[in-house]
């Protein structure tokens, strides 16, 4: 009961991205021909709404829903390691045409074949915990 609300949240997020088309592997296809300006879009706003609401949160002392400090860390790495980083998450998205936000709007849709790819990102995860250490950050 705790978390039922995360749950119709979840549900409506994922209603939300259904109908605007962001979980459609054609639009993805097409942004990343550039055939289309739709992705890019809802990419770019919701770059500019998260930019707003951090200012947001610095400026007015927002707490989270547990009323914790919400804290912004700043980054000391280079660039190099969010390029690398960015190419290795694009090269993802375009062959399985999900990004990890829609996979489970997808298996909700019914699009089934999307389990090999949570299963792919599972092992992923799992790897990257064990191999950590060995990579630079």
Request: charged share 15%.
């Amino acid at each position: 009961m705790k978390f039922l609300k995360f749950l119709v949240l979840g549900i409506v997020f994922g209603i939300i991205m259904t109908k605007a088309e962001i979980i459609s592997w054609f639009r993805i296809y097409e942004m990343f021909r550039f055939e289309s300006f739709h992705m890019y879009g809802v990419i770019g706003s919701t770059v500019i709404l998260g930019l707003l609401y951090v200012q947001i949160i610095k400026r007015f002392d927002v707490k989270t829903f547990s009323g914790d400090q919400i804290e912004f860390t700043p980054k000391t790495h280079g660039v190099l390691r969010y390029l690398i980083g960015g190419i290795i998450f694009g090269l993802g998205w375009s062959v399985t045409g999900a990004c990890p936000g829609p996979m489970f709007v997808l298996l909700g849709n019914g699009i089934w074949t999307i389990f090999l790819v949570i299963i792919g990102s599972v092992i992923g995860t799992f790897l990257y915990g064990i191999l950590r250490h060995r990579l630079p950050h």
